[in-house]
């Protein structure tokens, strides 16, 4: 399992997937670019959550709140307060650990010492910073660390201009930072993530029929997205794993090369967040029922999910070895909706003849799914390098094309081919693909 963890960062960065930030200047320890293809696959990620949160509901939607905030916000919402981990130094090497996450709380990881540890001390995750330009003047701000206290203030704005009434739900997808004290296991843990959140407001009394629902649908989200079920699982929290603000929370797992972890938490915030921005701010963040004449704070029940984790997940999941023709190759099995490219367009040869036809072809299929072109190296080698970026099928134009106008669609799992007309290709290839 360690071996696949190493192979999903090589290939990550062999690929153009993720690469280490700040590279040419020695790396950046807690911060990842993504690559040509890797933006890709995470933006097919964030597409295909917001598709099935806001695009196929009519009771969710969406918004894109600022990323930084004034004090007063974190004060309302507890994380001046509460946003803390557990931090220890070893007095012998100086190493610093979460003491929440060592395996052993009286051994440091890092030389092996036991009993070197400070007491511990609550380490705030939020990053600060200044606006304006002048230091003395200017007024602290915080990034955010969860984009979910941007929905929470804008709750009155989007009830009052969607016209929405609860059960209904606000969806975000964006940036968050927190100053993890031990970033790790590439992009799982980082000190700048994207997360994919939801609130779900609720009448108080159906809090705990919503927190279900939530938690059945996004397993479902998972799954169908092609995550194996034996490596995923839906972890009800402890009572004193609770954040907060939670009543009750459950993480949907997925079993990495290190075991169990977290991809995304649903929780039941009760109407903790709207009771705390309307005493602080003075708003009122209720919601009248015409029909029974009730005046109630909503209740919360908020999926938040990690995009860049997401994806690691999905990398790792699809990721396989087979053989074809007695020779190894390596695949990533993505569902096409999230592989970063669906079509792969390569002439046999580079000769001139082939050119214009392979483009022609590109034409035709570029407009409507993200499509690469590729007209280097041996034609199998070529099948190999889309192979490993989890390109559903191939699409070959050779010098039989020029009598028949028909090209070769290879399928990346089966390495079975069919002969096609370029007058039908289109629609062959949403066939193929399903959209
Ligand atoms: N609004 C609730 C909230 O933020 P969370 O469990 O702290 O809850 C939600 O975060 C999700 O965001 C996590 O399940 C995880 O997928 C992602 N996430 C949190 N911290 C992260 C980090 N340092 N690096 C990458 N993803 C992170």
């Given amino acids: 399992m360690a071996e696949l963890f190493d192979e999903i960062v090589n290939l990550s960065k062999r690929r153009g997937f993720v690469f280490q930030s700040a590279d040419i200047y020695g790396g950046f320890r807690s911060a990842y670019d993504y690559?040509?293809?890797?933006?890709?696959?995470l933006r097919n990620v964030k597409d295909q959550w917001w598709r099935s949160m806001v695009q196929l509901r009519s009771d969710v939607v969406g918004l894109d709140a600022s990323i930084l905030a004034p004090p007063a916000v974190w004060e309302a919402s507890g994380h001046l307060a509460s946003f803390t981990d557990p931090l220890v130094d070893c007095r012998e090497c100086g190493a610093r650990h979460r003491l929440?996450?060592?395996?052993?709380?009286?051994?440091?990881?890092?030389?092996?010492?036991?009993?070197?540890?400070?007491?511990?001390?609550?380490?705030?995750?939020?990053?600060k910073t200044q606006a304006g330009p002048v230091a003395e003047t200017a007024a602290d701000v915080y990034l955010r660390p969860e984009t979910a206290q941007g929905i929470f203030v804008n709750f009155a704005n989007v009830l009052t201009t969607s016209r929405k009434k609860p059960p209904f739900g606000i969806a975000q997808v964006g940036k968050s930072f927190r100053n993890e004290i031990t970033p790790g296991n590439f992009v799982f843990r980082t000190r700048e993530f994207e997360q994919m959140e939801?609130?779900?407001?609720?009448?108080?009394?159906?809090?705990?029929?919503?927190?279900?629902?939530?938690?059945?649908?996004?397993?479902?989200?998972?799954?169908?997205?092609?995550?194996?079920?034996?490596?995923?699982?839906?972890?009800?929290?402890?009572?004193?794993?609770?954040?907060?603000?939670?009543?009750?929370?459950?993480?949907?797992?997925?079993?990495?090369?290190?075991?169990?972890?977290?991809?995304?938490?649903?929780?039941?915030?009760?109407?903790?967040?709207?009771?705390?921005?309307?005493?602080?701010?003075?708003?009122?963040?209720?919601?009248?029922?015409?029909?029974?004449?009730?005046?109630?704070?909503?209740?919360?029940?908020?999926?938040?999910?990690?995009?860049?984790?997401?994806?690691?997940?999905?990398?790792m999941d699809s990721y396989a070895v087979d053989s074809v023709n007695g020779e190894d190759r390596t695949v990533l099995r993505l569902d096409p909706r999230l592989a970063p490219h669906k079509v792969a367009v390569l002439p046999l040869s580079r000769k001139d003849t082939l050119l214009p036809t392979a483009r022609e072809v590109f034409d035709l299929v570029s407009p409507h799914w993200m499509s690469d072109y590729d007209e280097t190296q041996a034609i199998g080698r070529r099948y190999r390098r889309q192979d490993e970026i989890g390109t559903p099928l191939c699409v070959t134009v050779d010098f039989d094309t020029l009598e028949d106008r028909a090209v070769t669609v290879r399928d990346r799992d089966t390495t079975e081919q069919d002969r096609v007309s370029i007058d039908r290709l289109e629609d062959y290839l949403r066939g193929r693909l399903g959209f």
């Fill in 100 to 127: 929440d996450k060592l395996e052993d709380a009286e051994q440091c990881p890092t030389c092996n010492k036991r009993g070197t540890f400070t007491e511990a001390r609550d380490f705030n995750l939020m990053f």
């Fill in 198 to 315: 939801m609130e779900y407001f609720v009448p108080p009394d159906q809090a705990d029929q919503w927190y279900e629902y939530w938690c059945n649908e996004r397993m479902d989200w998972y799954r169908d997205l092609g995550i194996a079920a034996d490596q995923l699982r839906l972890r009800p929290h402890a009572d004193d794993e609770l954040s907060h603000y939670s009543s009750a929370t459950s993480d949907v797992e997925y079993l990495f090369p290190w075991g169990w972890d977290e991809l995304e938490g649903i929780a039941n915030r009760g109407d903790f967040d709207l009771r705390q921005h309307a005493e602080h701010s003075g708003a009122k963040l209720e919601y009248f029922d015409q029909a029974t004449n009730e005046r109630y704070i909503p209740h919360v029940i908020e999926p938040a999910a990690g995009a860049t984790r997401t994806m690691l997940a999905f990398l």
């Fill in 35 to 41: 690559g040509p293809i890797g933006v890709l696959m």
